[in-house]
């Protein structure tokens, strides 16, 4: 999913201008500087054809009108949703020297109120111009960026997705930072948005259809734009209405702005942390994608997060549990399934939703059973929930080389599909990479995309496909108690009014046992227990708090253990031929540094 010639030209030349900040800013300052010259150049580049029709609505604006009444005019004369009441353009403001910050500041205060949120508010673009200027540096960014040809004709919006991405990893990259904190590869995009399309005949096929799309961890709005991408191209006539949420202010200014470009309301986009602030309450959606931070520690939000699971319970987000402070990954889990349309819903009301999610390992199995985890995943196995998990190759991000795996949840489940999950090992297609990009050194080629989908699409038993029932996931854990005996050997008994009588266990001897949900407790005790510790017996106090059944319910997905594939050892006599030729190697090796 290599960047076209003409991404890279145009990512190459904005480097270029981020050159001439070395010595005066600080690299990990590039960025906050150039992102905004390039929404604002793009958004420029964008309104130029309709600027003297706005100007003319601007001197025609009724005078009694509120603000939003002549915004809304004033939009609708730029034929976006949002606009620029001003003369200016960077090629006129660089002709007046004199006045470069004055001008530049009456510019970007002229927009609409949506790109001042995101210039101004988000970007905080007024201070960068006092930053510049103080550098004698405004003119040169200035001049470079009012050459550079960013209209849609030239640069279409898919391209301009391809080098924000390319910028911003750049950004990073050159002040050490995390690039991807605020957007992922778009060859994972492109496999998640796939996934989440595949087999939607309505979407792909029907005129006028309209769905909504929506991701809490938008980052730049990779996802979210290669969504509308990919539909618009298998579908011209189907619409994709986006939603999101974003913390950072960058990444979230990045993100509205390029939905503000490509005709989306830029009102769905939210600021801020969608586990503690959800921007979208109440709201709903047919499809939801997200590549949560890994490992992300929730303690800052840990208040509001154990309140709202405490006195709403299932009626909230996070009723089902929570899982550990140091890894928040599965909350962004519950805060989609939270938003999933009604399957029962009337026609045309709603149908049910899907999901695709990109998540390490640890929300596999991480947590025994009765943690939050474990409840999380029995949640969502319970309610059938999970549709398949494919796992990916590693090095595939550009902040970390680590397995990942996309979660395929949905409660629109096809008829073969239910009470079953798919399990799809994609670790091995891959195609390396000619040059690494941070810790990317792999990528999913359209072929690879293709087989996986295929794979899932024909749900079906093979080298990388296995189906199971759901509740082959989970275990029943036991208490296997032992008495305690005394000095002669008998055991001790209790003398307690509720116990008397009976044996008191020996703490010492306390062990558990994971009895699969698929076995009947008492049987596997007498069959894998009772054979090597005759006088062990199940403590049948410890219930499980849902079914009232003896035991913890618990689930966990151990993805290796259905996949591992035995490698049988090397005979003896290759080791020690490989052996002696070790010790020759050194040997030479020894007698050529003594000579």
């Known amino acids: 999913m290599a960047d076209s010639s003409g991404n890279k030209n145009h990512a190459q030349l904005i480097w270029n201008i981020a050159e001439l900040l070395r010595g005066n800013f600080r690299p990990h300052q590039y960025g906050s500087i150039i992102l905004p010259f390039l929404v604002l150049r793009r958004l420029e580049c964008v309104l130029e054809t309709t600027r003297e029709k706005v100007l003319k609505a601007v001197k025609e604006l009724p005078k009694n009108a509120d603000d939003a009444i002549k915004e809304k005019i004033l939009s609708r004369a730029a034929g976006y949703k949002f606009h620029n009441a001003t003369k200016w353009d960077l090629e006129k403001i660089k002709g007046d020297t004199d006045h470069l910050v004055e001008n530049l500041n009456a510019y970007v205060s002229g927009f609409?109120?949506?790109?001042?949120?995101?210039?101004?508010?988000?970007?905080?673009?007024?201070?960068?111009?006092?930053?510049l200027e103080k550098a004698d540096l405004l003119y040169n960014v200035t001049d470079k960026f009012s050459q550079l040809d960013l209209h849609p004709k030239t640069v279409p919006n898919s391209e301009m997705g391809n080098i924000f991405e390319e910028l911003i990893r750049k950004f990073a990259e050159a002040s050490n930072e995390t690039a991807g904190d605020h957007f992922t590869p778009r060859d994972v995009v492109s496999l998640l948005v796939d996934v989440l399309f595949l087999n939607d005949d309505d979407l792909l096929t029907k005129e006028g259809t309209v769905r909504t799309m929506y991701d809490p961890t938008a980052g730049t709005g990779g996802i979210l734009s290669l969504a509308q991408e990919r539909l618009h191209s298998l579908n011209p006539d189907?619409?994709?209405i986006l939603f999101g949420q974003e913390l950072n202010p960058e990444a979230y200014a990045t993100c509205k702005a390029d939905l503000l470009i490509k005709g989306q309301d830029p009102e769905n986009i939210a600021?801020?942390?969608?586990?503690?602030?959800?921007?979208?309450e109440g709201k709903t959606f047919d499809y939801m994608g997200a590549n949560p931070p890994y490992g992300v520690d929730w303690s800052k939000i840990k208040k509001d997060i154990e309140a709202e699971h405490e006195k709403q319970g299932y009626n909230g987000r996070f009723g089902p549990g929570l899982p550990r402070v140091s890894d928040g990954s599965l909350l962004f889990v519950l805060q989609m399934l939270s938003k999933m349309k009604d399957p029962t819903a009337e026609k045309g009301k709603g149908a049910g939703s899907r999901i695709a999610v990109v998540l390490n390992g640890s929300p596999l199995f991480t947590g025994g059973a009765g943690n939050g985890e474990s409840e999380i995943r029995r949640h969502v196995l319970e309610n059938d929930y999970l549709e398949a998990i494919i796992s990916l190759p590693d090095q595939l991000f550009y902040n970390t080389g680590i397995s990942t795996y996309i979660w395929i949840l949905t409660n629109r489940k096809a008829k073969e599909r239910k009470g079953k999950v798919q399990l799809i090992n994609g670790s091995a297609l891959f195609t390396p990479m000619r040059k690494s990009l941070g810790n990317k050194r792999k990528e999913i080629s359209s072929e690879q995309r293709k087989e996986i989908c295929r794979t899932l699409g024909q749900f079906e038993e093979s080298p990388i496909s296995k189906i199971f029932n759901s509740k082959a996931f989970g275990y029943r854990r036991i208490t296997v108690e032992r008495p305690l005996l005394d000095e002669k050997g008998k055991p001790v008994l209790s003398t307690k009014s509720k116990t008397k009588g009976k044996p008191l266990p020996n703490p010492e001897l306390r062990d558990t046992e994971n009895v699969p949900l698929t076995e009947d407790v008492e049987e596997y005790f007498r069959r894998e227990v009772l054979p090597h510790v005759s006088d062990a017996y199940i403590d049948t106090e410890k219930v499980d708090d849902?079914?009232?059944?003896?035991?913890?319910?618990?689930?966990?997905i151990n993805f290796n253990r259905y996949f591992y594939q035995?490698?049988?050892?090397?005979?003896?006599?290759?080791?020690?031929?490989?052996?002696?030729?070790?010790?020759?190697?050194i040997l030479k090796l020894l007698e050529e540094i003594g000579a």
């Open 546 to 556: 849902k079914d009232g059944e003896i035991g913890v319910v618990g689930y966990e």
């Open 238 to 240: 189907a619409k994709l």
């Open 112 to 131: 609409s109120a949506n790109v001042r949120d995101v210039l101004i508010d988000k970007f905080k673009f007024l201070g960068l111009l006092e930053d």
């Open 566 to 585: 035995f490698t049988p050892p090397r005979k003896i006599e290759d080791v020690r031929k490989e052996v002696r030729e070790k010790e020759r190697a």
């Open 271 to 280: 600021f801020g942390n969608s586990l503690s602030e959800d921007g979208h």
